[in-house]
């Protein structure tokens, strides 16, 4: 199975190896980068394409899946001006790191200034294994379902959250 949507994945850790993993086989064509670049590296087994840059990652990509260790660090890769010029408008941001409310709201806002898109926050917890997602409707279109439904078995209508969604176990 192939889907056309080009995925990238910054931050490949506990829980972000796991998610570009199950990316891969879902067919999604998957970018990978993390600081650490062996935690990166054994995803090519699984036909991740394995960036040196968090800009050379997200080049291409229709969606940016950011699971990085928190704010701040998200902050620091986001404010990098390669990683800045890459992105294209309409560019979807997915917010997947453990970060503060005000801290997803502020990366959103700037996101929004380069005509990136950054409509869904995801609670960090239990990518190895499917879970139940909660979501605020108006946030999740069509395009972005089958990302989602990698990850989750079951979606719950829900009222609104932080950021747009929530993962239930």
């Known amino acids: 199975m192939s889907n056309k949507q080009k ?7 506990l829980m972000g190896a796991p998610m570009a993993r199950n990316l891969c086989q879902a067919g999604f064509s998957t970018a990978v980068w ?3 670049a062996a935690k990166a590296a054994a995803l090519s087994a699984f036909g991740a394409v ?3 840059h968090a800009a050379e990652a997200i080049a291409e990509a229709d969606i940016v899946i950011s699971m990085l260790s928190d704010g701040p660090t998200g902050a620091l890769v986001q404010a990098d001006q390669a990683l800045r010029s890459a992105l294209r408008p309409g560019t979807v ?3 997947m790191g453990s970060i503060k409310p005000e801290e997803a709201r502020a990366a959103a806002e700037d996101l929004a200034r380069l005509n990136v898109v950054s409509p869904l ?4 917890g239990f990518c190895q294994d499917k879970v139940q997602l909660a979501w605020e409707p108006r946030l999740l279109d069509e395009e972005q379902n089958p990302i989602v439904d990698v990850f989750s078995e079951q979606l719950l209508e829900c009222c609104p959250v ?4 929530l993962l239930l176990r």
């Not at 995925?7 to 850790?13: E, K, Y």
């Not at 926050?121 to 960090?124: F, I, S």
């Open 34 to 36: 993390n600081r650490t």
């Open 50 to 52: 394995v960036a040196d």
């Open 93 to 95: 941001w997915v917010e």
């Open 7 to 13: 995925i990238a994945v910054l931050g490949t850790g």
């Open 162 to 165: 932080v950021g747009g969604l």
């Open 121 to 124: 926050e995801l609670a960090a």
